[in-house]
C-alpha cells in the first residue's frame, strides 16, 4: 500500500499540471485572437471613397492657384531678405521670382475668354515709275513718264489709297506741286503735295478712293514760279 501511494500522487500531480497548462493555454490564446482580430478590423475596416470628385469652374481654380502662388511669392521674399548678403542665392531666388510671376500670368490667362484674330491683307504698294523732269510749267502739266492702268475689282475690300512722291526744286523758289490725275475721266483724285525744298523729299497724300472700273492715271506736276521740278520716285499705296 506504502508503495502505491507515490505512484497515485505522481498522477494526481501530472492530471493537475494538465489541467492547469490546457487553461491558461485556452485563455491566452483567446485573448491573442481577440487581439489580432481588433488591428484586423482597426486596419482592414471599410473605408468610404467618394466615387466622384467635386467639380470646380475654372474660375475657382485660377483662384486657388494664385493665391497659392502669392504664398510662394511671400515666402520667396522672405527668404530674400534673410538671404541678402549672399549674391548667388539672391540672383536664384530673384529667377524663381521671374518664373512665378510669369505662371501667374498665364495661369489668369485660363480664365479669359480666347478670342481670334482676325486676319487683314497686308498693305500693297503700286510704283507709278522713278527718274522724271525737269518740267517748270506754271500750269498743271501731265506727265507722259508717270502714266497706269487701274481697276478698282483688283483691290476689293481696300478701305483707301494714298499717293507717295519724292521730289525736289532745282531752286528755291516758288513752291513745287505734284498730284494724281484720272485721265479717263478728266478729274484729279488726289490732293496735291506741295515742296519747297531743293532736296529730295518724301510727300504724302490724304487718303482717298478711285471711281470704279478701269481708269488710266498719271501724275500732273506744275511749279508756281517756274522754277524747274524734278520727280525721284512716285507710287500708291492701298490699305485695307
Known sequence: MIRILPAVLLIILIGTGLIYWRFFAIKSSGSSSNLIGSKVSETQG?????????????????????DALIEVVKKVNGLSGKDAGDSSINSRLNSIEASITDLKVQVASLGQPTTTATSSKPTVYIPLGSGGGPWGDKDWYTTAEYEIALDTANYPGYKGMILEVTFRLVEA???????????????????????????????????????????????QVKSSQGTNLYIQFARIKVNF
Open 46 to 66: 471599410p473605408v468610404e471613397v467618394p466615387k466622384t470628385l467635386p467639380n470646380a469652374t475654372l474660375e475657382a481654380r485660377v483662384k486657388v492657384l494664385e
Open 173 to 219: 523758289a516758288g513752291t513745287g506741286s505734284v498730284r494724281l490725275y484720272n485721265v479717263t475721266d478728266s478729274s484729279a483724285v488726289s490732293a496735291q503735295l506741295d515742296t519747297t525744298s531743293t532736296s529730295f523729299s518724301l510727300k504724302t497724300s490724304s487718303s482717298f478712293t478711285l471711281p470704279q472700273g478701269s481708269k488710266t492715271y498719271k501724275l
